[in-house]
């Protein structure tokens, strides 16, 4: 742990947006003492805190690393701008979240890379931590930068800044890869470099090979051919049971169970369908362990089962059956992200809406049957109708719907996807239908791979045309910046002198470039021009280009059937799923890696549809019991929202067993309230909340309970019955808090003069009313209501305030004769 560094960052940490990112202190969280290991590694999935954490890859490895005694795994993301701001002017370089350690003093520093755009916010990681951007720059001493993931199987972009890629299943190869990094710690630099690409057939080291140019394109010379890592069972890898839980929500705040690897659907636009080969299946009863510890470790109250194709599981009526009976009565809810809904699945949504109704997802891509199976997903158009039609029947309102414009040989899509969804609203007036409309980008390794990308003008005519038509409907059309889209072209088939771009659009300020809020294009389009770059070159290949920059990976499908595959689209010719017919001779499978379903083909329990009825609860409603807790905010806690403070203790009270009363409706919720929401920053001795339980607990016991689960900082101090039908916050009460001065040199003269609005008093004497008093080293202020501390300082920047440590020390309920405590054992006063 490095405290010094934190204390560098804590008092700017008001003046961010979602400071919670950059404070660690999560549930479950791993924090090895660093002089206890002999490597230590830096793993990121390079975005925002939220969408990092929901990146189950990385949870993963994280688990994986730190079951190894002798290595220690700590966690980084890409810092929002303004946190990056503050780093830079304060000279505060990057740090881990489990010990506030420098990017630079770690041995191995890993990006999980899921998406192109994302590039730009791995050189900020790496400056930041004080890192050499490019690979020339390191010395020795310097961390090796490695990576792996779905955006690295073109690794050309990236080549000049990534000193090692490792493609393919990460859990064993990363271990292997760890272990022998430390047997060559001490040669130097380059001829670890050499030994770790000969040693590992999966790994690419960019720096060991020359470039050449051959037909207008910057190529690596390189003599391997780096083959992905295949794990052949999935089985046989950990999966984590105690998974981290943030303090904060982010994009996928469920417990995650991956089911299966692997997709042989064959849609001939989906990377991941051709990377993620073969399809490999958890056992039902592995899945059911892992569903029952991770509930039990997170406090979570829904699991999401995922998967490429979850549809595809060779058992998946059997397995949501069984999770939802063991589960629904815990009001925990499941969730298929990636279910390819058709008929056979009925039944499936019919029990994971037996506990919430969310919206369903229908990935249509084309609403043009032709187009579809140029694309081998097939669905036919009646048979899609038919399946809406029944999921209305049985409770759904809102469905979402996915089109790409752009496919290939595809002709007046923006109409036929008007046509498409006004259809859908003649047949159900009532439905909510949200459609989201991006442009195809054509990725490496799948048959398209050489097709051309829609230019800006036609794209964006097309997002025009089905965004107006929709304008004054309860069509909800929402898209991904056909620009950004552009960009994500160039970057996806580019080759090495990409790279290039992708620095000076970051020298210029290029961040976050996946987010349409941040993204510049300007910065792109300028620095294309500057570079002299043809961006129509990686747009469109043109087709007497013997070979693609990434040509020497070996993602284990073949050339030959890629092109075949593209040839069968061509023809509109279907390519049969190799799990349910003959083996469509991709060249993935050996005697080794092969296909390997939970249950074999003519195995009791195959996935045919149950006639049985969902499950339903059978809880019988004793009636409502109300407790009035107590608990303390402070440590890494006040840096956490109102929400983000009540779905921790919601998940902490899971974990415990306490048993809350549940809302009625669609989305069943625990009837918990924390009445007196405190601003981000603050801590206080004497926080309030009430909780409504099902049936009766005692005060201790529910205090014990939660206290067992609970960090330093989170603290429940004291719990008793709530006797009162009106909430806590009815009527008036007051806040008391003590001020000092974070030695800014403002004194508390200097605080007491940023005061806005309030007069001074005594708290002896100063009855029922605001005021403020200098009480020793501190100020103490009283505040009626819902009177902000926070407005009470300073200018509209809140400069003052932000200079201020302030906490919060009790809260009164006013009475008659004055003011009293909320909590008077054994009951509630009043």
């Not at 002089?35 to 949870?59: F, K, Q, T, W």
């Not at 397995?319 to 809904?341: A, C, D, G, N, Q």
């Not at 049985?394 to 719907?401: E, P, S, T, Y």
Request: glycine share 8%; hydrophobic share 35%; with cysteine.
């Amino acid at each position: 742990m490095n405290p010094g560094l934190f204390e560098k960052v804590q008092p700017f940490l008001h003046r961010v947006s979602k400071p919670a990112r950059y404070v660690g202190h999560e549930l479950n969280m791993i924090c090895k003492n660093p002089g206890e290991v002999d490597l230590r590694m830096v793993i990121s999935y390079p975005d925002a805190y939220e969408v990092g954490m929901s990146n189950m890859g990385l949870r993963i490895l994280y688990d994986c690393v730190n079951g190894e005694e002798r290595l220690a795994c700590e966690r980084v993301f890409a810092p929002w701008p303004d946190f990056e701001k503050i780093l830079r002017e304060q000279g505060i370089p990057l740090y881990s979240l489990e010990t506030f350690t420098p990017l630079s003093d770690f041995d191995v520093i890993g990006f999980s890379i899921g998406y192109e755009l994302l590039y730009t916010n791995i050189l900020t990681i790496l400056e930041l931590g004080t890192v050499p951007l490019r690979s020339e720059g390191r010395d020795d001493d310097s961390p090796l930068v490695i990576a792996g993931g779905p955006a690295a199987y073109n690794p050309e972009p990236m080549a000049d800044f990534i000193d090692v890629f490792l493609l393919g299943d990460g859990e064993r190869v990363l271990l292997e890869f760890l272990h022998r990094y430390l047997e060559l710690k001490d040669l130097p630099r380059e001829a670890r470099l050499r030994q770790l690409d000969e040693d590992f057939e999966c790994a690419y080291v960019p720096s060991r090979y020359a470039t050449t140019r051959r037909s207008g394109y910057l190529f690596t010379a390189i003599d391997k051919v780096v083959k992905r890592r295949i794990e052949p069972d999935l089985t046989t890898l950990p999966f984590p049971v105690k998974t981290l839980v943030p303090l904060m929500r982010i994009v996928q705040d469920r417990a995650t169970v991956e089911v299966n690897r692997g997709c042989t659907n064959g849609c001939r636009f989906c990377q991941a369908g051709y990377t993620y080969r073969p399809v490999r299946e958890r056992s039902i009863p592995a899945i059911l362990r892992i569903v029952r510890e991770s509930l039990q470790n997170s406090g979570y109250d829904e699991v999401s089962l995922s998967s490429l194709s979850i549809g595809d599981y060779t058992d998946i009526h059997d397995l949501v059956r069984k999770i939802t009976e063991e589960f629904s009565e815990k009001s925990v809810s499941v969730s298929l992200p990636s279910l390819r809904v058709n008929s056979a699945n009925l039944d499936i949504l019919q029990m994971i809406g037996a506990v919430r109704k969310s919206g369903l997802t229908f990935a249509v891509e084309s609403p043009d049957e032709e187009t579809r199976l140029r694309l081998n997903k097939i669905v036919h158009q009646n048979q899609l109708e038919d399946i809406i039609e029944h999921v209305v029947m049985v409770g759904w309102r809102l469905i979402k719907l996915y089109f790409m414009v752009g496919l290939p040989k595809e002709e007046e899509e923006g109409r036929k996807i008007v046509s498409f969804i006004r259809n859908l609203q003649d047949l159900h007036p009532r439905l909510q239908i949200n459609a989201n409309v991006s442009v195809f980008v054509p990725k490496p390794h799948t048959p398209f791979e050489h097709e051309p990308q829609l230019d800006l003008p036609r794209a964006d005519a097309l997002i025009w045309e089905i965004r107006n038509a929709f304008r004054h409907s309860k069509v909800h059309v929402k898209f991904q910046n056909p620009k950004m889209s552009l960009i994500e072209g160039i970057l996806s088939r580019g080759d090495r002198q990409v790279g290039n771009l992708i620095e000076a659009v970051y020298r210029r300020g290029e961040r976050f470039s996946s987010w349409d809020e941040v993204f510049d294009f300007n910065r792109w389009n300028s620095e294309l021009q500057n570079l002299g770059i043809d961006e129509s070159r990686y747009l469109e290949f043109d087709r007497d280009v013997d070979r693609l920059p990434w040509y020497f990976i070996d993602c284990r499908v073949s050339g030959k059937y890629l092109q075949e595959e593209l040839e069968r689209a061509h023809q509109g010719v279907a390519t049969q799923n190799c799990m349910i017919g003959a083996c469509s001779r991709c060249g993935v499978c050996d005697e080794v890696v092969k296909n390997r379903p939970a249950l074999q083909k003519g195995s009791a329990g195959t996935g045919k549809r149950d006639a049985k009825e969902p499950p339903r609860s059978h809880k019988v409603n004793m009636g409502t019991f109300k407790i009035l807790f107590r608990f303390t905010k402070g440590g890494m806690f006040r840096y956490i929202s109102h929400l983000d403070l009540m779905t921790l203790l919601i998940r902490l009270g899971r974990m415990a067993g306490v048993p809350f009363k549940y809302s009625e409706g669609f989305n069943p919720k625990p009837r918990i309230s924390l009445p007196f929401p405190l601003p981000l920053g603050i801590e206080s001795d004497y926080e309030l909340g009430e909780v409504m339980l099902e049936r009766p607990l005692n005060g201790e016991d529910f205090k014990r309970m939660l206290n067992e689960r609970v960090k330093e900082g989170l603290e429940i101090l004291e719990a008793v019955p709530n006797y009162r039908k009106r909430s806590i916050a009815s009527g008036r009460h007051f806040h008391d808090y003590i001020v000092h001065d974070m030695g800014q040199g403002l004194g508390l003269e200097g605080i007491i003069g940023s005061l806005k609005d309030i007069s001074p008093g005594s708290a002896m004497h100063g009855g029922s009313r605001s005021f403020y008093e200098i009480s020793g080293d501190h100020l103490f202020v009283r505040l009626e209501g819902d009177r902000s501390i926070k407005r009470l300082f300073g200018d509209a920047e809140g400069e003052v305030y932000l200079n201020c440590y302030i906490k919060r020390v009790m809260i009164w309920k006013a009475v008659t004769d004055g003011l009293v405590p909320f909590i008077d054992s054994p009951a509630v006063i009043g």
